[in-house]
């Protein structure tokens, strides 16, 4: 049903925020950890921020098709994660030979999350999903308001 696919775009908005909002929290948590994972070379590196990807939920051939001879517009379908991704960006190096994790020359590699853009990820996040949050709440309340015209 046409009306409801406002909510259903919201809806699908609001799960991939909360995605969002879950990996930043998770890259904040681990900003310190020097040993996450284990490279080709055997040796271990530090935690990789990760980003989530974003794409468009796909329409299935017979939907278009359906559309097409309704003759109506298609409405927004919403969005999906399409991945997880890990930030290519180097890794920062900071000097302490007395760290155990330091190499031959003192230098030990620290994650490459920086804090401040995770808090401000964090609070786009919230924004979205709020301003998804609304718009169901006004979607929902017209739908009400049209339910009491019978009356």
């Given at each position: 049903m046409s009306i409801f696919h406002g909510i259903n775009a919201s809806a699908s908005a609001?799960?991939?925020?909360?995605?969002r909002m879950d990996v930043?929290?998770?890259n904040i948590a681990n900003a310190s950890t020097t040993r996450a994972t284990i490279n080709e070379?055997?040796?271990?590196e530090p935690y990789r921020r990760k980003m989530v990807v974003f794409e468009p939920q796909e329409k299935s051939f017979q939907s278009f098709l359906q559309s097409a001879a309704n003759r109506s517009s298609t409405p927004g379908q919403g969005v999906q994660v399409s991945a997880i991704v890990g930030d290519e960006e180097p890794f920062k190096q900071m000097y302490n030979p007395s760290h155990p994790d330091a190499n031959d020359e003192g230098y030990v590699q620290l994650p490459n999350v920086d804090p401040l853009?995770?808090?401000v990820d964090i609070m786009s996040a919230t924004r979205s999903y709020e301003a998804n949050v609304t718009s169901i709440n006004a979607t929902k309340g017209m739908l009400m308001k049209a339910l009491e015209i019978g009356k």
């Open positions: 609001l799960t991939a925020q909360r995605l930043a929290s998770s070379n055997g040796e271990w853009q995770e808090m």
